[in-house]
């Protein structure tokens, strides 16, 4: 198994920056991919961006592209997501996921809780 703890939500306003963390525990060997969902209030739930093992190969929803980077640190077992340019419409819950193999669309292994990020006009 492995748990997944997301961290550094919180309220900015338009044109802002926050920085996502998500601290993986348990079985890390099993996240050769790791990635970030988010979820706005009456919608479905969206892939935003994923990492490999190496962070050789990275996926952004074209929503974000240019404006969020993914990242990771092996060695510390975590994954961040810098978000800069925020618009009100990036508000949603931010949900951390893994997986052993690759996260896709609608499917990863492992989720986090979630951590709130609002956007204020």
């Known amino acids: 198994q492995v748990q997944l703890v997301e961290s550094g939500g919180g309220l900015v306003q338009a044109g802002g920056s926050l920085r996502l963390s998500c601290a993986a525990s348990g079985r890390t060997l099993s996240t050769n991919s790791m990635g970030w969902f988010r979820q706005a209030p009456g919608k479905g739930r969206e892939l935003v961006a994923t990492?490999?093992?190496?962070?050789?190969?990275?996926y952004y929803a074209d929503s974000v592209k240019g404006r969020f980077t993914i990242s990771r640190d092996n060695a510390k077992n975590t994954v961040h997501l810098q978000m800069n340019s925020l618009k009100p419409e990036d508000t949603a819950v931010y949900y951390c996921?893994?997986?052993?193999?690759?996260?896709?669309?609608?499917?990863?292994?492992?989720w986090g809780r979630g951590t709130q990020v609002t956007v204020s006009s």
């Open positions: 996921a893994a997986d052993g193999l690759r996260i896709s669309n609608t499917h990863a292994e492992y």
């Open positions: 990492i490999n093992w190496s962070g050789g190969s990275t």
